[in-house]
């Protein structure tokens, strides 16, 4: 008889979390109205107040820092005493900063709000070469053109046609060049926003994040804002939300029904950056795959039910093909999605030219290439610090595998007790299933603390390097906690005897899969709607009790909210999606139906974290990035996995070769993965990895930047050739050489 339990559990969970995001939408359509009523007042306060700044520079507060008041400074440690109020304004001051402080409700704290004129932002656009993009009409009338000095010709018409065969692109389209700030002649080719200005509200942020971190000799400020609120002088450091641009942005993001695919990720990305706008493109691109591959996952499952639950049923094998091409295909138009939006932000060659993070300790020395000062950390400490992080590493994996065996002699234990039994149904199962899903998550939890502390003591230069780092330790520990498991009910309890499996071994594993994948979502989901809104709640009641001087201002009720850390923040967010993808991929054999959950969580998953980003947590400060990074390679190696398990499953643990000897079944196991492994390589070699209108846009840039802004003659540019300076050509010729010395 077909047993549809799943289903029915499938169906009821969607249920509930559909009418969760059904609740979380309505308070937060009630939240847009109240923050609509008070940007009305703030405005209308506005229009009474002369603020000469916003009126000069179309902009006003961007950044707030929040400091301890102490009452008796013998109360502050030596590093509190070090980085204390005074000395963070004077050095703000100093390097070109206006600064407002006031006291919070309570009088216990004391917020700094912090603003940049414009033209100290375009000087240090111009000092880190700051990429923005041109004007298409002005660059294209400056082309047409050409460029002279005087009466001397610097460079003569370039005429790119419009329209080409090989793209489907304008020339003047996506074109981003450094920023230049004493060449007026290049200054009108800038693309001005709507705020009048050639910076978006991010861009400002990144620059004015550049002079608090940057070099005194560079005109910076020298202050490691991160380090200093880890060492408690500081009690926080966040970006104002800009009120009008983020409920703009709710307006066109938090809605109930959206296409994965018709997200707003360009004004996502010019609202919080590059980074968190190529996490929700990828999670966009992830889950609108997952659409195709859930509906052919569900007329799977179909079949399976037909044939009494039976996971062994004939079409598995084939849904196991399809799913190790669809893992390919999927992998690859990211590539091509993640190059194209590149190339459409600015991106390309990101990681070429990043900065060294402000936490990156070394010695000054000259450099053996250039010969200027830069920070040297000796390769040797390097390593054993590596060494050191993976002793570390490898213990805690095996404490998860300890963990683990622990779990499966509970579950053998209470398999045992009659009174466990319901109709026929052993709950010891079902019992030790849950409590794996309980530990993977805090164990999940524990290590990540421990991860993060392991990649701060390995002292990485770059943002990218230390996020590489973090990736690769945390996705080995997950990897291992996340599917020990269920590695050993598919490759171990087969072939136990004081062990074995409760019927079919492919059946306990679609029992285990299905209970820890479902447990995992709606956990993950429940948890990210409930904890922000109590911490806010709580917050919010806590700093409205004891004297209050008055009431909370804008800036110290965004303080109130979580923070959402423009690092960490989109790495968990890619850790739980990788993982996923796992389960998703490498035993679907088993489990037909987790491509139509994982669609269902991450259509929820989208919208939760719209709302989470929007409403209830502090602004982040924007980084940019050109790619996902290790990510992808993890997901490379996550699909080649999946092809490898699935491989196993259908010739070792299920029962559809069951008839053939071992020596047979090793070789239809060699056959289906290295056949399988074979297409997936010769999809992968007819798909490029960048569109070839992505390859022509980026010479095109490349060319055009070298004539606008370097000047770089042609070989045809004839006016290049100053004639005053040149002698009139000797067309004679002599008889013979008269001087041939």
Same mark, same amino acid.
């Given at each position: 008889?077909?047993?549809?339990?799943?289903?029915?559990?499938?169906?009821?969970?969607?249920?509930?979390?559909?009418?969760?995001?059904?609740?979380?939408?309505?308070?937060?359509?009630?939240?847009?109205?109240?923050?609509?009523?008070?940007?009305?007042?703030?405005?209308?306060?506005?229009?009474?107040?002369?603020?000469?700044?916003?009126?000069?520079?179309? !902009?006003?507060? =961007?950044?707030?820092? @929040?400091?301890?008041? *102490?009452?008796?400074? /013998? $109360?502050? &440690?030596?590093?509190?005493?070090?980085?204390?109020?005074?000395?963070?304004?004077?050095?703000?001051?100093?390097?070109?900063?206006?600064?407002?402080?006031?006291?919070?409700?309570?009088?216990?704290?004391?917020?700094?709000?912090?603003?940049?004129?414009?033209?100290?932002?375009?000087?240090?656009?111009?000092?880190?070469?700051?990429?923005?993009?041109?004007?298409?009409?002005?660059?294209?009338?400056?082309?047409?053109?050409?460029?002279?000095?005087?009466?001397?010709?610097?460079?003569?018409?370039?005429?790119?046609?419009?329209?080409?065969?090989?793209t489907p692109l304008s020339p003047?389209?996506?074109?981003?060049?450094? !920023?230049?700030? =004493?060449?007026?002649? @290049?200054?009108?080719? *800038?693309?001005?926003? /709507? $705020?009048? &200005?050639?910076?978006?509200?991010?861009?400002?942020?990144?620059?004015?994040?550049?002079?608090?971190?940057?070099?005194?000799?560079?005109?910076?400020?020298?202050?490691?804002?991160?380090?200093?609120?880890?060492?408690?002088?500081?009690?926080?450091?966040?970006?104002?939300?800009?009120?009008?641009?983020?409920?703009?942005?709710?307006?066109?993001?938090?809605?109930?029904?959206?296409?994965?695919?018709?997200?707003?990720?360009?004004?996502?990305?010019?609202?919080?950056?590059?980074?968190?706008?190529?996490?929700?493109?990828?999670?966009?691109?992830?889950?609108?795959?997952?659409?195709?591959?859930?509906?052919?996952?569900?007329?799977?499952?179909?079949?399976?039910? @037909?044939?009494?639950?039976?996971?062994?049923?004939?079409?598995?094998?084939?849904?196991?093909?399809?799913?190790?091409?669809?893992?390919?295909?999927?992998?690859?138009?990211?590539?091509?999605?993640?190059?194209?939006?590149?190339?459409?932000?600015?991106?390309?060659?990101?990681?070429?030219?990043?900065?060294?993070?402000?936490?990156?300790?070394?010695?000054?020395?000259?450099?053996?290439?250039?010969?200027?000062?830069?920070?040297?950390?000796?390769?040797?400490?390097?390593?054993?610090?590596?060494?050191?992080?993976?002793?570390?590493?490898?213990?805690?994996?095996?404490?998860?595998?300890?963990?683990?065996?622990?779990?499966?002699?509970?579950?053998?234990?209470?398999?045992r007790i009659k009174a466990l039994?319901?109709?026929?149904?052993?709950?010891?199962?079902?019992?030790?299933?849950?409590?794996?899903?309980?530990?993977?998550?805090?164990?999940?939890?524990?290590?990540?603390?421990?991860?993060?502390?392991?990649?701060?003591?390995?002292?990485?230069?770059?943002?990218?390097?230390?996020?590489?780092?973090?990736?690769?330790?945390?996705?080995?520990?997950?990897?291992?906690?996340?599917?020990?498991?269920?590695?050993?009910?598919?490759?171990?309890?087969?072939?136990?005897?004081?062990?074995?499996?409760?019927?079919?071994?492919?059946?306990?594993?679609?029992?285990?899969?299905?209970?820890?994948?479902?447990?995992?979502?709606?956990?993950?989901?429940?948890?990210?709607?409930?904890?922000?809104?109590?911490?806010?709640?709580?917050?919010?009641?806590?700093?409205?009790?004891?004297?209050?001087?008055?009431?909370?201002?804008?800036?110290?009720?965004?303080?109130?909210?979580?923070?959402?850390?423009?690092?960490?923040?989109?790495?968990?967010?890619?850790?739980?999606?990788?993982?996923?993808?796992?389960?998703?991929?490498?035993?679907?054999?088993?489990?037909?139906?987790?491509?139509?959950?994982?669609?269902?969580?991450n259509y929820i998953e989208l919208?939760?974290?719209?709302?989470?980003?929007?409403?209830?947590?502090?602004?982040?400060?924007?980084?940019?990035?050109?790619?996902?990074?290790?990510?992808?390679?993890?997901?490379?190696?996550?699909?080649?996995?999946?092809?490898?398990?699935?491989?196993?499953?259908?010739?070792?643990?299920?029962?559809?070769?069951?008839?053939?000897?071992?020596?047979?079944?090793?070789?239809?196991?060699?056959?289906?993965?290295?056949?399988?492994?074979?297409?997936?390589?010769?999809?992968?070699?007819?798909?490029?990895?960048?569109?070839?209108?992505?390859?022509?846009?980026?010479?095109?840039?490349?060319?055009?930047?070298?004539?606008?802004?370097?000047?770089?003659?042609?070989?045809?540019?004839?006016?290049?050739?100053?004639?005053?300076?040149?002698?009139?050509?000797?067309?004679?010729?002599?008889?013979?050489?008269?001087?041939?010395?």
């Amino acid at each position: 008889t077909p047993n549809y339990v799943d289903i029915v559990v499938i169906v009821g969970l969607s249920g509930l979390l559909f009418y969760l995001l059904y609740v979380l939408l309505k308070q937060s359509h009630v939240w847009r109205l109240q923050n609509k009523q008070r940007v009305k007042e703030v405005l209308d306060q506005r229009r009474h107040v002369r603020d000469e700044f916003r009126t000069e520079n179309g !902009y006003s507060w =961007d950044f707030c820092m @929040v400091f301890k008041v *102490y009452n008796n400074r /013998d $109360n502050a &440690t030596e590093l509190q005493n070090k980085w204390n109020l005074k000395y963070i304004l004077r050095e703000l001051t100093r390097g070109g900063f206006q600064t407002k402080s006031f006291y919070s409700a309570q009088a216990d704290e004391v917020y700094v709000k912090i603003r940049a004129p414009l033209d100290r932002l375009l000087r240090e656009a111009d000092r880190i070469d700051l990429k923005l993009p041109l004007n298409p009409e002005n660059l294209k009338k400056l082309l047409k053109e050409g460029r002279r000095e005087g009466n001397k010709e610097l460079w003569g018409p370039v005429n790119i046609p419009d329209t080409s065969v090989e793209t489907p692109l304008s020339p003047y389209d996506y074109i981003y060049a450094r !920023y230049e700030y =004493d060449r007026p002649e @290049v200054a009108n080719l *800038y693309h001005v926003w /709507d $705020n009048h &200005t050639v910076f978006r509200g991010v861009d400002r942020l990144k620059l004015m994040y550049s002079i608090m971190t940057a070099r005194k000799v560079d005109g910076g400020c020298n202050l490691d804002v991160y380090r200093i609120i880890k060492d408690g002088a500081m009690l926080g450091f966040f970006p104002l939300h800009d009120k009008l641009e983020l409920l703009q942005l709710q307006e066109k993001w938090l809605v109930y029904c959206q296409y994965p695919w018709d997200q707003p990720i360009d004004d996502v990305k010019n609202y919080f950056g590059e980074k968190i706008g190529l996490y929700f493109l990828w999670l966009a691109h992830y889950t609108s795959w997952l659409m195709f591959a859930g509906v052919i996952g569900f007329f799977c499952w179909i079949n399976v039910a @037909v044939e009494g639950n039976d996971p062994n049923a004939v079409i598995m094998p084939y849904f196991a093909t399809f799913m190790a091409l669809w893992a390919t295909l999927f992998l690859e138009f990211w590539k091509r999605k993640e190059s194209r939006y590149a190339m459409m932000w600015g991106m390309s060659g990101f990681e070429s030219e990043e900065q060294d993070r402000p936490q990156f300790e070394g010695v000054t020395m000259a450099s053996p290439v250039t010969g200027q000062d830069y920070l040297y950390f000796p390769r040797r400490e390097s390593s054993k610090r590596r060494a050191y992080s993976l002793s570390i590493i490898s213990a805690f994996i095996a404490l998860v595998v300890a963990v683990v065996g622990s779990i499966f002699i509970l579950k053998l234990v209470l398999s045992r007790i009659k009174a466990l039994t319901y109709e026929g149904t052993q709950l010891g199962g079902i019992i030790a299933a849950i409590a794996n899903a309980i530990q993977i998550q805090v164990m999940n939890i524990i290590y990540g603390g421990v991860a993060i502390k392991l990649t701060n003591y390995e002292n990485h230069r770059t943002d990218t390097a230390y996020e590489d780092s973090l990736i690769g330790k945390t996705f080995v520990f997950q990897f291992v906690n996340s599917f020990a498991a269920l590695f050993y009910i598919a490759f171990v309890k087969p072939f136990l005897l004081i062990d074995p499996c409760l019927g079919p071994c492919l059946s306990e594993l679609q029992t285990n899969l299905g209970t820890i994948f479902l447990t995992r979502l709606a956990l993950g989901s429940t948890l990210k709607v409930i904890i922000p809104s109590v911490m806010s709640h709580l917050a919010d009641k806590a700093n409205s009790k004891g004297n209050v001087i008055h009431e909370l201002t804008e800036a110290e009720k965004e303080f109130n909210l979580m923070e959402y850390h423009v690092m960490l923040g989109p790495f968990q967010d890619y850790a739980e999606a990788a993982i996923q993808y796992g389960y998703a991929t490498m035993f679907v054999a088993a489990y037909p139906l987790a491509a139509i959950m994982s669609f269902v969580n991450n259509y929820i998953e989208l919208r939760v974290d719209a709302w989470k980003l929007l409403q209830q947590s502090r602004r982040p400060e924007p980084r940019s990035a050109e790619d996902i990074g290790t990510w992808q390679s993890i997901l490379e190696i996550v699909s080649i996995f999946a092809m490898i398990i699935n491989a196993a499953l259908i010739s070792f643990t299920g029962t559809f070769v069951v008839n053939y000897t071992w020596n047979v079944r090793a070789w239809i196991f060699m056959t289906t993965a290295c056949g399988i492994y074979l297409m997936k390589v010769t999809v992968a070699a007819f798909i490029p990895d960048v569109p070839p209108e992505v390859t022509i846009q980026l010479e095109r840039q490349d060319y055009i930047i070298g004539k606008v802004l370097d000047n770089i003659q042609d070989e045809d540019d004839d006016g290049l050739i100053d004639t005053s300076a040149v002698h009139v050509a000797d067309f004679s010729v002599k008889f013979v050489d008269d001087d041939q010395l």
